[in-house]
T-cell receptor
């Protein structure tokens, strides 16, 4: 079974500041990990994913995330926030084998202050 | 290359009516997933289908909800005798392999 915890349902940062969105997972099997972004009244867009190999993965819009097995974490970062980054962000996990479904965290709403 | 398409985008139903939500996967994708997003919550898995087969329906409510993915045509999520608690955004996703799922824009169901 898998589960995801996103620490902080709301995060607010200033434009140009570091963005850090936290995600911890639980999985009984090796995980695949994902970050999705959702803009108001839209579907989810894949930001980045970890499957195998390099633990630091880079995604679109300048985001990156690092898979840390020892900490069961997959935190999302961006060095400099932009106003257009304001959105809801979801971390998700699925098992390498078995069930295909994604298990999502509760989401983190990111607000960017000018 | 068109993305995942869902229609209608918005659907209003009175209590007791039926709701039919349609999803056309991306070209070449044979895996379809349905998720539900309640207000202020994350997405919850409902059902996973391949052509003509339900693979995993562990997230589907036991009553009133059904899904299909016929050999020809879109996948359909059907909700019979809707109640106010069914009001939510329903998202369809498709994939070609075990990695990425691509999401549609969703259908926002309002039950009055």
């Amino acid at each position: 079974a898998q589960s995801v915890t996103q620490l902080g349902s709301h995060v607010s940062v200033s434009e140009g500041a570091l963005v850090l969105l936290r995600c911890n997972y639980s999985s009984s099997v090796p995980p695949y990990l994902f970050w999705y972004v959702q803009y108001p009244n839209q579907g989810l867009q894949l930001l980045l994913k970890y499957t195998t190999g390099a633990t630091l993965v880079k995604g679109i819009n300048g985001f990156e995330a690092e898979f840390k097995k020892s900490e069961t974490s997959f935190h999302l970062t961006k060095p400099s926030a932009h106003m257009s980054d304001a959105a809801e962000y979801f971390c998700a996990v699925k098992g390498v084998q078995g069930a295909q479904k994604l298990v999502f965290g509760q989401g983190t709403r990111l607000t960017i202050n000018p | 290359n068109a993305g995942v398409m869902q229609n209608p985008r918005h659907l209003v139903r009175r209590r007791g009516q039926e709701a039919r939500l349609r999803c056309s996967p991306m070209k070449g994708h044979s895996h379809v997933y349905w998720y539900r997003q309640l207000p202020e919550e994350g997405l919850k898995f409902m059902v996973y289908l391949q052509k003509e087969n339900i693979i995993d329906e562990s997230g589907m409510p036991k009553e009133r909800f059904s899904a299909e993915f016929p050999k020809e045509g879109p996948s359909i999520l059907r909700i019979q005798q809707v109640v106010r608690g069914d009001s939510a955004a329903y998202f369809c996703a498709s994939s070609r392999d075990v990695y990425e799922q691509y999401f549609g824009p969703g259908t926002r169901l309002t039950v009055t």
